[in-house]
């Protein structure tokens, strides 16, 4: 079914501009590009790769997105402001199927103590900029900041205005999760029945989770004649977060019986792409989020259990497979050979390049001979992981490490800096104080540890451990993830994972 078709819904995602506005959420330009590739190939229609007046680095992030992505329209925001229009054009440029969202603010409260505007200098603002934006790019999108909270006379104004001035979509944010399902579908239908020229333009639902009812209020927003989405992975954003991308598509596949419409999302790369945007933020899935969480398709109860073996449908309303997560463990260890470990990858959803899977499999092969079982999750941590790491000039050796009851906690450690071995041994209150003092010997900084979590990604007492460390230092914030069955060793190559973004965020602030 194409885009056009009234019962299709256009996914428009905005986990690398609204999702990275989660405090900690920031991402380097080699993530945002991983989780960008990672979007084109779950099959969103548009992504909006970030907001290029920010700063240097979020234009620098679009227009390399713009040229490297193919089949998604790739989206910069913007200020009703000329510079900002401008700045936004330039970076999408390169992009084959480029759109220019500009927003400005409806809402009494907005514009009283936001703006210090009169509704008529908005409405005056509302066609200069859009029609500006229309001369740069033929596709436009305008959003009403605050719209739910918008008076509907002047909503319905302001829409016509922005359609007469070129705009094609139109945007009616919840901008703070205030609205509730019925409020908010009311809304759509009352401007497809008030705005004379809204049939030029497709509207299209962004709904915040501040009261937990962004994905309710996205599906009500379809039903009422919205026909475009705007979601996150992991409905990551700031404060509650974003409506939830796997979740409105998967209440929309589900649910065709009462919302008979579709989406051009592939949902066996779903798992992945929450996986992927998980790893590179430090933000994790909590073990009951629908879909994507580690609880989403597991039964402990005898009852339900009963269930399931005697009917799948007793207690799973979809199956994992949809989402592309596999139940079983991988059925490979220390003696499988390079083609299975490769027909593996494939089936998880991977394709690497020869040197890339000749360096996976010699992980692969070391982590079977560390561990009893190896799963479907522990190959996909150790993918994501070497992916991280690429280019990064400090690189984890070895570690040794003593501890215990009766004296304190040591750490030798060795590490390569440009390809040249030194090592360092220092003590400290634990084991991982101590791992940490010998990083910081080898590599001084002034950075602060803000952030260290640490999570198993597997079952078991030799599962894979997770972590997430983040480092602040001069208004520079970055997350490094490592992995590895010792504990200790996945937080080493975390920090030291976080040390190598933020020299690379140095000398980018410095040039």
């Known amino acids: ?17 609204d999702g990275e506005q ?12 991983r989780v960008a590739l990672m979007l084109e190939e779950l099959g969103v229609d548009v992504m909006e ?10 234009f620098e992030a679009v227009n390399i997105i713009a040229q490297t992505i193919k089949n998604v329209t790739v989206c910069g925001l913007s200020r009703a402001a000329k510079g900002d229009i401008e700045r936004t054009a330039e970076a999408i440029k390169p992009a084959p199927r480029g759109r220019i969202h500009t927003f400005i603010s409806t809402s009494p409260l907005h514009m009283k103590h936001k703006l210090n505007m009169e509704p008529e200098k908005v409405i005056e603002l509302i066609a200069e900029s859009v029609a500006f934006a229309r ?10 900041e605050d719209g739910s909270r918008t008076e509907h006379d002047f909503l319905c104004r302001c829409v016509e205005t922005a359609i007469k001035a070129g705009a094609r979509t139109i945007n009616i944010p919840d901008t703070v999760g205030y609205s509730t399902p019925q409020e908010y579908e009311a809304l759509f239908r009352m401007l497809i029945d008030r705005v004379p020229n809204i049939d030029k333009a497709i509207l299209s639902a962004h709904c915040h989770n501040d009261l937990g009812l962004a994905t309710a209020n996205s599906l009500a927003a379809v039903l009422g004649g919205a026909r475009q989405v705007e979601c996150t992975v992991n409905g990551l954003g700031e404060r509650a977060g974003n409506a939830a991308l796997e979740e409105i598509v998967m209440a929309l596949r589900v649910r065709r019986d ?7 999302i592939k949902t066996e790369k779903i798992t992945r792409a929450s996986q992927l945007v998980s790893s590179v933020t430090g933000f994790s899935i909590q073990p009951n989020k629908a879909i994507v969480g580690a609880n989403a398709f597991a039964h402990e109860s005898g009852i339900h259990q009963d269930g399931m073996i005697k009917n799948r449908e007793t207690y799973e309303i979809m199956t994992p497979q949809s989402v592309g997560l596999a139940k079983t463990s991988l059925k490979l260890g220390k003696l499988s050979g390079r083609n299975a470990f490769k027909t593996k990858l494939q089936e998880l959803g991977y394709e690497l390049d020869e040197s890339a899977l000749n360096d996976a499999f010699a992980r692969f092969k070391d982590l079977a001979d560390r561990k009893k079982e190896v799963f479907d999750e522990d190959i996909i941590a150790l993918v994501d992981d070497q992916a991280a790491r690429a280019g990064d000039k400090i690189l984890f050796s070895s570690l040794e490490v003593h501890a215990g009851s009766k004296a304190p906690p040591s750490a030798t450690l060795e590490i390569t800096i440009d390809g040249k071995p030194v090592s360092a041994t220092a003590t400290g209150n634990g084991p991982i104080d101590a791992a940490f003092n010998a990083v910081k010997a080898l590599v001084p900084h002034e950075a602060e540890l803000k952030l260290f979590q640490v999570k198993a990604i597997t079952g078991g007492t030799d599962a894979q451990a997770e972590t997430t460390v983040r480092l602040e230092e001069n208004g520079l914030a970055v997350n490094g993830q490592g992995t590895d069955p010792d504990t200790i060793v996945s937080s080493v190559q975390a920090y030291i994972h976080a040390l190598n973004k933020l020299s690379a965020l140095r000398a980018k602030r410095a040039g």
């Open 1 to 17: 079914m194409s885009a056009s078709s009234p019962q299709r819904v256009i996914i428009f995602d905005t986990t690398l501009r």
């Open 22 to 33: 989660s405090p900690g959420a920031a991402m380097s330009l080699g993530e945002k590009l």
């Open 49 to 58: 790769a970030g907001f290029p007046i920010a700063s240097k680095g979020d």
């Open 135 to 144: 001369k740069l790019c033929p596709d436009v999108e305008w959003s009403a």
């Open 258 to 264: 009462l919302m008979p419409f579709t989406t051009g």
